[in-house]
């Protein structure tokens, strides 16, 4: 009776640790600083001085204040320019590669992941390199004759920022979107077939819908990879890469107001949070099998 | 008259592996046709060969007398049944149903109609508007059967498709296919490994085994009159005894075996005598109490006697057959409440009930 009392109390408290476990790490790692932020974002600057007191004018200034809400609109429009044709492309090479013979398939795959296991600071200056004036792509339209002198704009512009990030980015949508295609079965592709469908019939009627979730998932990468981007526009974009990462950022550096760069930063996470919501709505109607 | 699908001297290989070998098949329009074989033996290649999925390295595929081998899967005349049914999971079952009629282009109501009407065909009137994965497995079975007929096809190939169900619905899908089989009078082309289902279903069966057809025939004549080994033993229990040709009389031959001399019958072109071959008897048709005096027959000891509700099964040897069980099914009554492990019995039965098998050289 009396060990049985004990083992009762020993696996509820080894039941209690588990809960406390599972609740206790997102809460430390995830929650814990997040909220601490929003905290933050609702403190006051006065004379270079955090003050506790509770105050909306951090989030007022991003509405009225200087260039805060445009920069954040042409983000905005630059992340889904860059979504757009990230997930355009990703598809079709996804495609391609599902179209290969199983082997095939790895290596190619592979080498679409390759970038993934390099720094981020290399991948930047290797496009650097590609972009500059004497870079790569100038040198050789320059050899082929296509133009007589480098073309600046190349690097330094809003276009370099857009192909930058679009290609850095690009495996992250390629993996999801891929492994959604990996999942159809392959006797669905036989069946439509079979039941008449031309294989064009069959990317739309089966493929791309049976793709929707890996799409969605490249796209939400995608967005929230490249609206927070601070380095990528900076080194790549010159004066053109203001960015509203790039703002945020600023503020905890430079313009040392960590009350309004949390604000921002909340608008941001926000931002993210609506694009990954939106994701999960146009997914509503998928059925587990 | 001209089959509705031939395949002439249809090889395929895999690298350097021959898995069709020279087959010849022939589907008559309205039949309800069994290709029949272990796993390995090549019949789903037939199968995938005839959808399309798969080319031929040698021979034709003609349907009504046009070649087939150079049209696509989707522009065949053909439906396929798969063996796991691969219904759309993100399609309703109206919609996958009528996704054979929507790719064609048809006008919605059309197809709301069709649906409808196949539905109600297959007996599933009312569940159109749900998914694949809310239906059982016999369901699902109905959705691909109706997802294959709905075009209208000339012939719809069915690979295994009752393989995934257990033992009761399998028996209430047999008798469901052979009824819609019938009703829509269009050929089917069935694969299966199970013979007793080959048995229940089939106009004809042909058997295959090693990328070769091994027998063709109606079910009653593969099982009464087997021509090779495999086609004995595959088919139902067989008891192969082998031996000598000693003689032969027009279609009745008699074989010498070292549990003594046997009676058979032979179809077709006869082996010499003096050849090596096997005398293949059901054990439903072997006899425990012939008479001693006989010429022919053999004696042998009972080792068990095996209840198997309304049959027993008899299991005997002879110290002259060393290995080999002889099998007996009698019906569990009065006849064998005797028979005891030990008991001598002496084995005999009609030569129009023991086939003669030629042994491959």
Request: net charge positive; hydrophobic share 50%.
């Amino acid at each position: 009776m009396n060990t049985s009392l004990r083992r009762d109390r020993q696996d509820l408290l080894r039941a209690g640790l588990g809960h406390a476990l599972n609740l206790g790490l997102p809460l430390l790692f995830v929650v814990i600083p997040i909220l601490s932020f929003v905290v933050v974002s609702f403190w006051t600057l006065q004379d270079g001085q955090i003050l506790l007191i509770p105050t909306l004018a951090n989030y007022r200034a991003f509405f009225t204040e200087g260039s805060y809400l445009p920069v954040y609109l042409q983000t905005v429009g630059l992340s889904l320019q860059v979504t757009l044709v990230n997930v355009a492309l990703s598809t079709a090479i996804a495609l391609f590669i599902f179209r290969r013979t199983p082997r095939m398939r790895f290596l190619i795959l592979m080498s679409f992941m390759l970038p993934l296991f390099m720094s981020y600071i290399i991948k930047v200056y290797s496009i650097r390199s590609i972009l500059g004036q004497r870079g790569l792509l100038n040198e050789a339209m320059l050899g082929l004759g296509l133009i007589d002198q480098p073309i600046e704009a190349l690097l330094f512009s809003r276009t370099a920022i857009f192909i930058a990030l679009a290609v850095l980015y690009l495996p992250y949508a390629i993996l999801p979107i891929y492994l959604a295609l990996d999942r159809i079965p392959a006797n669905y592709l036989a069946a439509s077939a079979d039941l008449g469908a031309t294989p064009m019939q069959t990317l739309r009627a089966v493929v791309l819908p049976l793709g929707r979730p890996g799409i969605a998932a490249g796209a939400v990468f995608t967005f929230i990879l490249t609206f927070g981007d601070f380095v990528t526009p900076q080194m790549v974009g010159g004066t053109q890469g203001f960015t509203f990462g790039r703002i945020v950022f600023s503020q905890f550096g430079l313009a040392l107001n960590w009350p309004l760069g949390s604000a921002l930063a909340v608008i941001l996470l926000a931002t993210t949070l609506l694009a990954v919501a939106l994701a999960g709505l146009s997914l509503r109607r998928e059925h587990v099998r | 008259m001209q089959p509705l699908l031939h395949l002439n001297n249809v090889s395929k290989r895999y690298g350097a592996v021959r898995v069709l070998d020279g087959i010849d098949i022939t589907v008559a329009d309205n039949e309800f046709l069994t290709i029949l074989g272990p796993s390995g033996s090549g019949k789903t290649t037939i199968l995938r060969i005839i959808g399309g999925f798969e080319g031929i390295d040698g021979g034709s595929l003609m349907f009504e007398g046009r070649d087939l081998s150079a049209v696509p899967i989707n522009r065949r005349p053909f439906n396929t049944v798969f063996q796991d049914y691969a219904l759309f999971h993100h399609m309703t079952v109206a919609e996958n149903v009528g996704y054979g009629l929507k790719v064609r282009g048809r006008p919605k109501a059309e197809i709301a109609a069709r649906v409808a009407e196949v539905l109600d065909t297959v007996g599933l009137g009312t569940l159109g508007g749900r998914y694949p994965a809310q239906m059982s497995g016999g369901q699902r079975q109905r959705v691909a059967l109706a997802r294959a007929i709905i075009c209208e096809p000339r012939l719809i190939l069915l690979d295994e498709p009752l393989s995934a169900l257990d033992v009761e619905l399998r028996a209430q899908m047999q008798r469901f296919l052979k009824s819609l089989q019938r009703r829509l009078g269009i050929a089917f082309v069935f694969i299966t490994h199970d013979q007793e289902e080959a048995i229940a279903l089939s106009d004809r069966i042909i058997v295959v085994n090693r990328g070769r057809i091994e027998q063709e025939g109606a079910p009653e004549e593969l099982y009464r009159r087997p021509r090779t080994p495999f086609t004995a033993s595959f088919l139902g229990d067989n008891n192969l005894i082998p031996g000598t040709l000693a003689a032969i009389d027009g279609r009745l031959c008699t074989v010498d075996t070292a549990a003594g001399r046997l009676d058979a019958t032979v179809d077709g072109p006869a082996p010499a005598p003096g050849s090596a071959v096997l005398v293949a008897v059901r054990p439903e048709h072997v006899r425990l109490d012939a008479d001693p005096a006989a010429p022919h027959g053999m004696s042998a000891e009972v080792a068990d006697v095996r209840f198997l509700g309304a049959n027993v099964m008899i299991e005997l040897f002879n110290p002259a057959l060393p290995g080999a069980v002889i099998k007996v099914r009698r019906l569990a009554d009065g006849s064998v409440a005797g028979l005891r492990p030990g008991a001598s019995v002496r084995l005999g039965w009609a030569a129009d009930d023991a086939a003669l098998l030629q042994v491959a050289p």
